[in-house]
């Protein structure tokens, strides 16, 4: 009953919110209102505009500690295993705040945990005291002081304030029962795009900006605590509350900005015209707070709905932060759980967090904790490669072992005529397979007009340099890998991203194109410079480059000029970056993705060709592609001081219409889409070999459940694979569906003797529905107990991650949630038939893009 009404109080409020603030604060602990017309003050952010090292320059790390023993101990812990797990390189500073009166024992305490764990002694460490962040607990006020308040509300306070003491743009805030599971560095928790001039924090050197990987989930699956911390935040910030809850921070671990948390309480002293914001939010809390009862958890603000209430009105929240997949793994609340705790799973699944945690609360000590840690140590050093999995573009050490530069640079060529376009090749290392990962531009907007980087098998031509004005690049199929005009900017991929080049990929060499737009100067040497890497990536960059054939009419301030196809990818991919080109008529390009009855249904992205024509990232999140998706590229141009017609061509005096729109998935694609005519090479210069080879694991790391017929006791066990396998698939998130019929065969007594009628009474009672890591073979999820007769295929939604299911027993398609909730049964259960309400042994299910 309190959910439900809580969540119609929540409803309620989303239906007012545009005519109420907070009209139950005119009295009690709220300060009188402004007058009724007088709308809130609207918040003046102002970006501090960051230029970070991403090495050691990006993320600090903030930790209130209580010094006594068990808080001590975990503290410990949490030290022990940032050395053993995190780079120590990537943080600045690692801050730790204690009350004051205990400053010197914590001091004392973390230099001797730094003398007797490993990597750590080059850390910079910071104890302060509580009075260094909130003045107000230095001083002694009653309210900062008073026993009956709980700690974790004042850490709060403390964590927020302490924004202060810290010198990069961002700080990860921990808990002292929080430790560090997976082997990471600093920028593994960013997400990292291609920067711009709105970028607040910037690594100018790369080209590369950050938003930080939060924990963050609609409001409506939080429990109802979480929903009153909202209201009751909202009600003291005197602010609406927010009607976008789709991304409302969660609990400690969070990384949360220095630039928001700073005016945060600068907005609060303006706001509220008083001296000290930590004072006015600290005289909120005794006569708030009930500690007994049912209420325990009552309290007129958190500090991270304190920070997300603020930034969202402020319309900062998504400058500084991404969703992402949860930082902690696994949170333990009960000894049972922690009985049940497997910290080798914690660390080797790498789809999930970073971090885990066992609340202080169940009383259990620090050495038993350390202990239970320990176990999996050993095995990791035999079954698991040191450092991240990947990586990320923005971390190559150029020169180091597995970073390779090389430059793509123009030869000399004698040219006397303007709009000349000069093609060269470079072959690409021949004995072992690189990742390119990165563009640099040499050359400037003043001498090119713009660049393409092609990837193909042979060059069109053997010559060094060979005049290619409107001809092919490559000997066979080529594809568009790279673009630059107008001064654009360098471009580093995503993290985890990369074109495959050298043997067995397709792409033995690149031709680079150059557009002399005038002549070309004598000691011109322009070019790309190639970022590579050795090490595996785990996603295949792609590229969907639209392009025509038209006649601009005089004297049109606009006339558009549209490209539609469909998106012939074999796998769902994400459009992460684009770039446009036109020539000076151009006004703007822009893609649109197409409605099923073909009407556009929205605009995905846009641009200005007049503008430096690089690859811009997609915003505010990548543009999901589906198999046979529709989408629509146009280009408005403006021919009102022409008069005459204007065609497609390759002069200065023509026109063009491009755009480039580079993708991820786990498949490389290329297409074009020329006219409204697509073409794809699916097994091209770039793409899937067109014969496939089996290499052996050799890492290890694959450890699925055991099969059947490998354990005796396998019917008992809770995870086993059963003799016949039906289905496979991939799922959201990098994960495998298995499903099997556990010890039930599919054989000659299966069916009765009509071969329609199954030859069993009851349901499976094993878990046939098994969720796996995809990397690891780790079960992430095991369903389907005493519900299906004879399991046949799994296929996933991928708009929703939903599962259809198959039985040919009971006859029935069924559509699964993750979780294991039955959403949809198609059919009769166990009765085979004909017509419109049954089926006659189901195999399949498929859904269509657009649901």
């Known amino acids: 009953m309190h959910g439900r009404r809580y969540f119609l109080l929540a409803v309620l409020l989303l239906l007012v919110a545009p005519v109420i603030h907070a009209a139950s604060s005119t009295v009690g602990r709220y300060p009188d209102l402004l007058p009724p017309s007088t709308q809130p003050s609207k918040a003046v952010f102002k970006h501090k505009r960051w230029n970070v090292d991403?090495?050691?320059?990006?993320?600090?790390?903030?930790?209130?500690?209580?010094?006594?023993?068990?808080?001590l101990g975990a503290l410990r812990n949490q030290l022990r295993t940032f050395g053993r797990y995190f780079d120590t390189s990537s943080v600045a500073e690692y801050i730790i705040a204690s009350p004051t009166a205990d400053v010197v024992n914590t001091i004392a305490y973390v230099q001797t945990v730094i003398s007797e764990t490993a990597n750590l002694s080059t850390?910079?460490?910071?104890?302060?005291?509580?009075?260094?962040?909130?003045?107000?607990?230095?001083?002694?006020?009653?309210?900062?002081?008073?026993?009956?308040?709980?700690?974790?509300?004042?850490?709060?306070?403390?964590?927020?304030?302490?924004?202060?003491?810290?010198?990069?743009?961002?700080?990860?805030?921990?808990?002292?029962?929080?430790?560090?599971?997976?082997?990471?560095?600093?920028?593994?928790?960013?997400?990292?795009?291609?920067?711009?001039?709105?970028?607040?924090?910037?690594?100018?050197?790369?080209?590369?900006?950050?938003?930080?990987?939060?924990?963050v989930y609609p409001l409506y699956h939080r429990t109802e605590d979480q929903l009153k911390w909202l209201l009751e935040t909202s009600k003291t910030l005197q602010l609406v509350v927010p009607l976008d809850w789709r991304a409302a921070l969660g609990v400690t671990p969070q990384i949360i900005s220095t630039d928001i948390a700073q005016q945060l309480g600068s907005w609060i002293e303006h706001r509220f015209r008083v001296k000290s914001w930590t004072e006015y939010l600290l005289e909120f809390?005794?006569?708030?707070?009930?500690?007994?009862?049912?209420?325990?958890?009552?309290?007129?603000?958190?500090?991270?709905?304190?920070?997300?209430?603020?930034?969202?009105?402020?319309?900062?929240?998504?400058?500084?932060?991404?969703?992402?997949?949860?930082?902690?793994?696994?949170?333990?609340?009960?000894?049972?759980?922690?009985?049940?705790?497997?910290?080798?799973?914690?660390?080797?699944?790498?789809?999930?967090?970073?971090?885990?945690?066992?609340?202080?609360?169940?009383?259990?000590?620090a050495d038993k904790v350390w202990d239970k840690m320990t176990e999996c140590f050993e095995w990791q050093v035999e079954r698991v490669r040191p450092g991240p999995p990947w990586v990320s573009a923005s971390s190559l050490d150029l020169g180091s072992d597995d970073s390779i530069q090389l430059d793509a640079s123009m030869p000399a060529f004698d040219v006397d005529q303007d709009d000349t376009y000069l093609c060269?090749?470079?072959?690409?290392?021949?004995?072992?397979?690189?990742?390119?990962?990165?563009?640099?531009?040499?050359?400037?907007?003043?001498?090119?007009?713009?660049?393409?980087?092609?990837?193909?098998?042979?060059?069109?031509?053997?010559?060094?340099?060979?005049?290619?004005?409107?001809?092919?690049?490559?000997?066979?199929?080529?594809?568009?890998?790279?673009?630059?005009?107008k001064g654009a900017d360098a471009m580093h991929l995503p993290s985890g991203t990369s074109f495959s080049v050298g043997p067995g990929t397709g792409v033995s060499h690149v031709v680079?194109?150059?557009?002399?737009?005038?002549?070309?100067?004598?000691?011109?040497?322009?070019?790309?410079?190639?970022?590579?890497?050795?090490?595996?990536?785990?996603?295949?960059?792609?590229?969907?480059?639209?392009?025509?054939?038209?006649?601009?009419?005089?004297?049109?301030?606009?006339?558009?000029?549209?490209?539609?196809?469909?998106y012939n990818g074999l796998e769902p991919a994400e459009g992460f970056a684009f770039r446009v080109h036109t020539h000076g008529l151009g006004?703007?390009?822009?893609?649109?993705?197409?409605a099923p009855n073909g009407s556009l249904a929205a605009r995905e992205m846009t641009n200005d060709p007049q503008l430096p024509q690089g690859f811009y990232p997609v915003s505010p999140s990548p543009f999901r592609l589906l198999p046979g998706r529709e989408i629509q590229a146009t280009c408005n141009f403006d021919s009102s001081e022409r008069s005459s017609s204007t065609s497609a061509g390759a002069t200065h005096h023509d026109e063009m219409c491009n755009l480039y729109l580079m993708t991820s998935s786990p498949l490389p694609f290329f297409q074009k889409c020329n006219n409204n005519m697509g073409s794809t090479d699916a097994h091209g210069a770039g793409g899937v070999p067109a014969q496939g080879q089996l290499h052996q694991d050799q890492s290890r790391l694959w450890q699925p459940p055991l099969p059947l017929s490998q354990s005796a006791n396998a019917p008992t066990q809770l995870h086993f694979l059963g003799h016949q396998v039906s289905g496979v698939v991939k799922g959201l998130k990098d994960s495998l569906w298995v499903f099997h019929r556990a010890e039930r065969l599919w054989d000659g007594q299966a069916y009765k003797p009509d071969w329609e009628?199954?030859?069993?009474?009851?349901?499976?009672?094993?878990?046939?529905?098994?969720?796996?890591?995809?990397?690891?073979?780790?079960?992430?999820?095991?369903?389907?107990?005493?519900?299906?007769?004879?399991?046949?295929?799994?296929?996933?939604?991928?708009?929703?991650?939903?599962?259809?299911?198959?039985?040919?027993?009971?006859?029935?398609?069924i559509k699964m949630s993750p979780d294991g909730r039955i959403l949809m049964e198609l059919g009769r259960r166990l009765e085979p038939g004909h017509d419109n309400d049954h089926f006659c042994k189901p195999t399949h299910a498929k859904t269509l893009n657009f649901g």
């Not at 026993?147 to 743009?169: D, E, I, M, R």
């Not at 958890?297 to 500084?320: G, K, Q, R, S």
């Not at 690189?434 to 092609?454: A, C, I, N, Y």
């Not at 369903?783 to 599962?803: I, R």
């Open 54 to 71: 991403p090495q050691g320059g990006l993320l600090s790390i903030v930790v209130p500690v209580y010094p006594m023993p068990s808080e």
């Open 123 to 215: 850390v910079q460490f910071r104890v302060v005291s509580d009075g260094d962040c909130v003045p107000e607990m230095e001083a002694g006020l009653p309210a900062a002081t008073e026993n009956s308040y709980p700690g974790w509300a004042k850490q709060g306070l403390v964590k927020l304030a302490c924004a202060k003491l810290v010198q990069t743009p961002f700080y990860l805030l921990l808990d002292t029962d929080t430790f560090f599971v997976h082997h990471a560095k600093a920028d593994d928790l960013f997400k990292q795009y291609l920067c711009t001039e709105f970028s607040p924090v910037c690594d100018k050197a790369r080209k590369i900006g950050y938003q930080a990987k939060n924990d």
């Open 285 to 365: 809390l005794p006569p708030a707070y009930n500690k007994g009862g049912d209420n325990g958890w009552d309290t007129p603000w958190t500090d991270y709905m304190l920070y997300w209430v603020y930034a969202t009105h402020a319309n900062v929240f998504e400058d500084y932060h991404t969703d992402a997949n949860m930082l902690q793994t696994t949170a333990i609340w009960s000894e049972e759980q922690f009985n049940n705790w497997s910290p080798c799973r914690d660390t080797f699944e790498y789809d999930m967090g970073y971090f885990s945690s066992i609340q202080g609360s169940i009383g259990l000590s």
């Open 424 to 485: 060269t090749s470079v072959a690409l290392p021949a004995n072992e397979p690189l990742q390119l990962v990165g563009f640099e531009p040499l050359s400037s907007k003043e001498v090119v007009h713009h660049m393409l980087l092609f990837g193909c098998d042979a060059p069109a031509s053997q010559d060094p340099v060979w005049q290619c004005s409107m001809q092919p690049a490559c000997a066979g199929g080529d594809h568009v890998m790279y673009g630059w005009g």
């Open 512 to 566: 680079l194109q150059i557009h002399y737009m005038s002549k070309r100067p004598a000691a011109d040497t322009s070019g790309v410079r190639l970022s590579l890497t050795r090490q595996p990536q785990p996603l295949a960059a792609g590229m969907v480059h639209f392009a025509s054939w038209f006649s601009i009419p005089p004297r049109k301030p606009s006339h558009l000029i549209q490209n539609r196809c469909c």
């Open 587 to 594: 006004r703007s390009v822009f893609l649109d993705s197409v």
């Open 757 to 813: 009628h199954i030859n069993y009474e009851d349901p499976i009672a094993a878990l046939t529905l098994l969720q796996l890591n995809r990397d690891s073979g780790a079960v992430k999820a095991a369903l389907g107990a005493n519900t299906f007769y004879m399991p046949h295929m799994v296929t996933v939604d991928s708009a929703s991650g939903d599962l259809w299911l198959t039985d040919t027993g009971l006859h029935q398609a």
